[in-house]
């Protein structure tokens, strides 16, 4: 089974796509990170760093629960072998049987939100050629910021994932923030795309924050104000992450980040000052 936390009446669970080397030196993904700012980021997540000094990274979804109720999926993976992270990331991913593990069928996903559309994160939302939805009873949540800028994130978007959603009536944009359940919160957190969206779940004295791309290495926990290289505007991103981050440790309520690329899929937010 994989790893899981319970917030209130929903269980979060968190779903292992792959992992595998980034592509680029982490010291070119950072380059404002000092060396005092890379100690500190292996002491908090020390499988992020292999023995030559690699950035190692996971790449997850997370899977929202009621019950036995119909779930919600939060990220889509690297994808199958002929997805569009092929070029980069370690697929073919085990989104599918990381699935049947956690006794989800794509058939109980009934809203699947996309933080971004970056390829590593909509690997498994279409596939097959032509396109057909992975997931047939879903509505997936994209921000509209994020739709009107999909040619500058990516030329091959429109045709490989947005027309085969439009086309199932699956596709629902997003204007802002918005509540897609009870306890359950989409806030836009531009920066890293221009529709950048994260998602929080609020249980009232406990409050789980799924990240996204808002940060993707320790390094941003330790510092969140450094810029990552692949962040299509870096003030924004920047202002994005310390506007949340800064507001939720000053909640009374605890705050957990489920974040995609980190070790630990599940991270007390307070673990940054440690």
Request: hydrophobic share 40%; glycine share 10%.
């Amino acid at each position: 089974m994989p790893p899981n936390r319970t917030l209130g009446s929903i269980t979060v669970t968190a779903l292992t796509d792959g992992e595998g080397p980034f592509f680029q030196p982490r010291e070119e993904a950072f380059p404002h990170a000092t060396a005092e700012q890379w100690r500190a980021a292996d002491r908090l997540d020390p499988g992020s760093v292999t023995a030559d000094g690699r950035w190692w990274l996971r790449f997850r979804s997370f899977a929202l629960r009621v019950g036995d109720g119909p779930v919600t999926l939060v990220d889509a993976g690297i994808g199958p072998a002929d997805s569009a992270a092929a070029s980069w990331a370690p697929v073919p991913g085990r989104l599918p049987a990381e699935l049947a593990a956690a006794g989800i069928d794509p058939a109980d996903v009934r809203t699947v939100v996309l933080t971004h559309l970056h390829s590593d994160h909509i690997g498994w939302a279409v596939t097959g050629s032509p396109g057909t939805p992975y997931f047939p009873n879903a509505d997936y949540l994209v921000q509209r910021a994020e739709l009107d800028a999909i040619g500058s994130i990516n030329p091959g978007l429109p045709a490989g994932l947005v027309a085969p959603l439009r086309a199932a009536g699956q596709l629902r944009a997003v204007d802002g923030e918005a509540t897609i359940a009870p306890g359950v919160r989409l806030l836009p957190t531009p920066g890293h795309t221009p529709g950048h969206q994260c998602v929080l779940l609020d249980g009232g004295d406990e409050r789980l924050l799924l990240t996204g791309d808002l940060l993707v290495h320790a390094v941003q926990l330790v510092d969140p104000t450094l810029a990552y290289a692949h962040e299509m505007d870096p003030a924004a991103a920047r202002t994005s992450r310390t506007t949340l981050l800064t507001t939720l440790s000053t909640q009374p309520s605890t705050t957990t980040l489920a974040t995609p690329h980190l070790t630990p899929p599940f991270l007390p937010l307070e673990a940054r000052c440690s």
